[in-house]
């Protein structure tokens, strides 16, 4: 017996091919030809029985055995099919009962900040925060004199440096904020337009 995994909340029987006996179980997650374009649909073995209930002239073979995942275990297979029979909820529901949810896992942030000045421009934007006193950008500015690139876990956390006295810098054009989300890769920026050379 076959449990259809999408909008279908009944079995059907299949056939199993000779090649397919020893590996197919209860349990085990299978392709079978569907309705009658034969449409190929993934489905559970919920039950393995020598007599049809059906036409046995009439019963499709199973296609293969579905490898693009985890298989399903055989005891909660069958538990959820004792949860649809005992309490007549729908085999969906069951399955989602007992089965364990893939947790998503959230991507990494990875944050630099990249300076969009060369270093006489750099320099020129050092002494000028030197002379009003603005104590974040003067760090900041030295560091990236040092290093173009910084981490902004460093900037904010060894540096102390805050949103609110980066935030005008981006604005104004001198650095720009780069975002990488890890495992997915995409880079995000946060600034505009390079500086052209002066």
């Given at each position: 017996?076959?449990?259809?995994?999408?909008?279908?909340?009944?079995?059907?029987?299949?056939?199993?091919?000779?090649?397919?006996?020893?590996?197919?179980?209860?349990?085990?997650?299978?392709l079978i030809p569907f309705g009658k374009g034969?449409?190929?649909?993934?489905?559970?073995?919920?039950?393995?029985?020598?007599?049809?209930?059906?036409?046995?002239?009439?019963?499709?073979?199973?296609?293969?055995?579905?490898?693009?995942?985890?298989?399903?275990?055989?005891?909660?297979?069958?538990?959820?099919?004792?949860?649809?029979?005992?309490?007549?909820?729908?085999?969906?529901?069951?399955?989602?009962?007992?089965?364990?949810?893939?947790?998503?896992?959230?991507?990494?942030?990875?944050?630099?900040?990249?300076?969009?000045?060369?270093?006489?421009?750099?320099?020129?934007?050092?002494?000028?925060?030197?002379?009003?006193?603005?104590?974040?950008?003067?760090?900041?500015?030295?560091?990236?004199?040092?290093?173009?690139?910084?981490?902004?876990?460093?900037?904010?956390?060894?540096?102390?440096?805050?949103?609110?006295?980066?935030?005008?810098?981006?604005?104004?054009?001198?650095?720009?904020?780069?975002?990488?989300?890890?495992?997915?890769?995409?880079?995000?920026?946060?600034?505009?337009?390079?500086?052209?050379?002066?």
């Amino acid at each position: 017996m076959i449990f259809l995994t999408k909008k279908v909340d009944r079995t059907f029987d299949y056939r199993i091919p000779q090649h397919l006996r020893q590996e197919i179980t209860v349990g085990t997650r299978v392709l079978i030809p569907f309705g009658k374009g034969n449409t190929m649909r993934k489905g559970y073995v919920v039950g393995i029985t020598a007599k049809a209930s059906y036409d046995p002239d009439k019963i499709k073979e199973i296609g293969g055995i579905v490898t693009d995942g985890v298989s399903a275990e055989s005891r909660l297979i069958t538990l959820a099919w004792w949860l649809k029979e005992q309490y007549g909820s729908t085999m969906n529901q069951a399955l989602k009962t007992v089965l364990p949810v893939k947790q998503k896992v959230k991507p990494k942030e990875k944050k630099i900040i990249r300076s969009l000045l060369n270093r006489e421009q750099l320099s020129r934007a050092l002494k000028e925060a030197e002379k009003k006193s603005y104590k974040a950008r003067v760090r900041l500015f030295s560091a990236l004199l040092d290093n173009p690139v910084i981490p902004y876990e460093i900037a904010v956390n060894q540096m102390n440096l805050s949103a609110s006295a980066i935030k005008p810098l981006i604005e104004k054009g001198d650095i720009c904020l780069e975002s990488e989300e890890i495992y997915r890769n995409p880079i995000q920026i946060e600034c505009q337009e390079e500086k052209d050379s002066a």
